[in-house]
């Protein structure tokens, strides 16, 4: 496939945000080149929570019902110490059509936004490597290089940057990127495995010797998991041995059977200075990255396009460029607040002190007896507040 010579938009990046964008874009009829270094899409489950809020987004394309089939509905999330349960928090009185937390793969919210992307008539370019992006004011240049070294360039009038946390496009903007790294690393996997709790729950699993966790994931035989984990040193690949360890410390009585995909990685906490440079706006981990907790970081990546691309298409049809910064405007104090809000849950999650975490314990079963406050938690986490 091609790449012209000029576009209306480009978009670095074919992840979930990159992907959303290039819908909103397609359906509208504005032309776009999406661009993206891998040979081909998500092959692991990877981010696996799609909120209440996301749903309702995907719901706007038309896909949100293909989605859920292919998912699991998960109505509650509950916060346990060891066997004793401290918290429940149910999505189930939520005002949606989405009462719940679907559990679903990467890989296959990707598959469904691409074959969506492509009954709007658009497609990914791979694998291309953007190398550099200059804004001279009015437009842009994106230069690239094929997988054989070969470069290229191509104009637009304006780049997204859904990129990832390592985004090309937010350091050739000038745009910083706040914040820090959390000093544990993470064990992600995901097994077959006997669990003890129902497969209609999350559970956040805390220990002294760290959090851990535990969530369904869609299964004929009922046996499938994503195990999430905070470790001190974790193996670059977490195998059997290593999740049965750290499930027999933390929550005994749980059985592996197999690890079928697994990985360690370190979690940050940052967000961009800005969210636009000119002719340049960021979506995704590209404006902002923060902790698995709550599993919300896709999710807002997902908002965000579908609200920038909703911009762009109002823009490029007439309407005032100042119309753009509204996205900023709307957009960034959402992932402050995510940021903060996932900040608070894993620092509060990751207590090892005796003393503080029994004060913990006992905060958390006190306030959560409160239908106020489960429903306020309920809420932020669906992310029903970014509507």
Not at 26 to 40: K, M, N, S, T, Y
Not at 63 to 81: H, K, N, S, Y
Not at 254 to 280: D, K, M, N, P, T
Not at 364 to 369: A, F, G, P
Request: net charge negative.
């Amino acid at each position: 496939m091609t790449i012209p010579a000029t576009t209306s938009v480009a978009i670095v990046g074919a992840g979930p945000a990159g992907l959303t964008a290039a819908i909103a874009l397609a359906d509208a009829g504005i032309d776009f080149v999406l661009l993206d270094r891998q040979a081909e899409g998500a092959n692991t489950s990877r981010a696996a929570v799609v909120h209440a809020r996301t749903l309702e987004v995907l719901d706007g394309f038309g896909i949100a019902a293909e989605l859920r089939d292919l998912g699991i509905e998960v109505p509650r999330f509950v916060v346990q110490d060891g066997t004793t349960r401290l918290a429940t928090v149910d999505f189930g009185g939520l005002p949606t059509a989405f009462p719940y937390t679907l559990m679903v793969g990467q890989e296959t919210t990707e598959a469904v936004l691409l074959a969506r992307l492509r009954k709007a008539g658009g497609d990914v370019h791979r694998p291309y490597r953007v190398t550099a992006v200059h804004d001279d004011g009015t437009g842009v240049t994106v230069e690239y290089a094929d997988a054989a070294g070969t470069s290229g360039a191509l104009r637009a009038d304006y780049v997204i940057g859904a990129d990832g946390m390592h985004s090309v496009v937010r350091e050739q903007a000038g745009i910083g990127f706040t914040g820090a790294t959390y000093p544990e690393s993470f064990v992600l996997a995901d097994v077959r495995m006997t669990w003890l709790d129902p497969r209609d729950e999350v559970s956040l699993n805390l220990s002294p010797e760290g959090v851990t966790v535990v969530a369904p994931l869609p299964d004929e035989n009922g046996e499938r998991y994503r195990v999430v984990a905070t470790v001190a040193e974790a193996p670059e690949h977490p195998e059997l041995a290593d999740v049965q360890a750290i499930l027999d410390a933390r929550r005994p009585g749980a059985v592996v059977r197999e690890v079928l995909w697994g990985s360690r990685f370190r979690v940050h906490h940052r967000v961009a200075e800005h969210y636009r440079a000119g002719r340049i706006l960021l979506a995704g981990d590209a404006a902002h990255v923060h902790s698995p907790a709550g599993g919300q970081g896709m999710n807002t990546g997902i908002q965000d396009a579908a609200a920038l691309g909703a911009l762009l298409v109002r823009v490029l049809g007439g309407a005032p460029e100042a119309l753009l910064n509204d996205y900023e405007k709307s957009r960034r104090p959402v992932a402050l607040d995510v940021v903060a809000f996932t900040d608070r849950m894993t620092r509060v999650a990751t207590l090892r002190p005796r003393p503080a975490r029994l004060v913990r314990n006992a905060v958390l079963r006190t306030v959560t007896r409160l239908p106020a406050v489960r429903r306020a938690l309920a809420y932020r986490l669906s992310e029903l507040a970014n509507r």
